[in-house]
């Protein structure tokens, strides 16, 4: 259950380890600790993940998939992945560089490798500025399903692309490999700030 700590914010942390019904879609041994911390600017996501299997190696890909409602699509763009190589997965996954800050127009699938630590989105979230902070997440995915995608999606509104980017980072492009005992640790912090230092830009 959350708590409020010394500091009157609100914590949590959350287990999982794998059983008869993970075995059934991922025969792995592992435990997951994942703890988050709400302040009142920021939210902190920290994942902890072992291998608990005494001769096994343990091979995974891991995102954070986080969802920003945005005012609108046209009016967002992310800073910090200028000079980036990435996958286009829109593209037969060819490799690709990127020159400058993003602006979606149109549906985009696309893994950033070795990204900075330090991200930056504009007219994010209630049209207030949001910097992602993550720790040993080398991978940044970009999405957005624009107009087709949108329309297929179940659970997606028609016109929803329009208020809505997806920023994940974890890594991807590259699994993470455990070996019997090892364990893998990650952070990623959001902050709502109101304006972007020019050296974020």
């Known amino acids: 259950m959350p708590e409020r700590n010394n500091d009157n914010d609100v914590e949590a942390?959350?287990?999982?380890?794998?059983d008869?019904?993970?075995?059934?879609?991922w025969n792995y041994s592992f435990k997951i600790l994942y703890y988050i911390l709400l302040k009142e600017r920021e939210l902190h996501f920290k994942i902890t993940v072992e291998n608990t299997d005494r001769k096994l190696p343990l091979d995974?890909?891991?995102l954070f998939h986080t969802y920003f409602k945005?005012?609108?699509?046209?009016?967002?763009?992310?800073y910090g992945l200028q000079n980036c190589k990435y996958i286009d997965q829109t593209d037969k996954?060819?490799?690709?560089?990127n020159d400058k800050e993003i602006v979606v127009e149109n549906f985009?699938?696309?893994?950033?490798?070795?990204?900075?630590?330090?991200?930056t989105i504009t007219n994010a979230v209630g049209g207030r500025n949001m910097r992602i902070l993550k720790y040993n997440f080398p991978d940044t995915v970009i999405w957005n399903p624009w107009i087709?995608?949108?329309?297929?999606?179940?659970?997606?509104?028609?016109d929803e692309y329009l208020r809505m980017l997806c920023v994940e980072v974890g890594q991807v492009s590259n699994p993470v490999k455990l070996v019997p005992g090892a364990k893998f640790e990650a952070k990623q912090i959001l902050e709502v700030f109101p304006r972007i230092p020019p050296d974020e830009m």
Do not use: A, W
């Open 13 to 18: 942390t959350f287990s999982l380890v794998d």
């Open 20 to 25: 008869d019904f993970t075995r059934s879609m």
């Open 60 to 62: 995974f890909q891991i």
């Open 70 to 78: 945005v005012p609108n699509i046209y009016e967002c763009q992310i």
């Open 93 to 97: 996954n060819f490799i690709k560089e």
């Open 108 to 119: 985009i699938d696309h893994i950033y490798c070795n990204t900075p630590e330090k991200l």
């Open 148 to 158: 087709e995608k949108s329309k297929k999606l179940r659970d997606f509104g028609d």
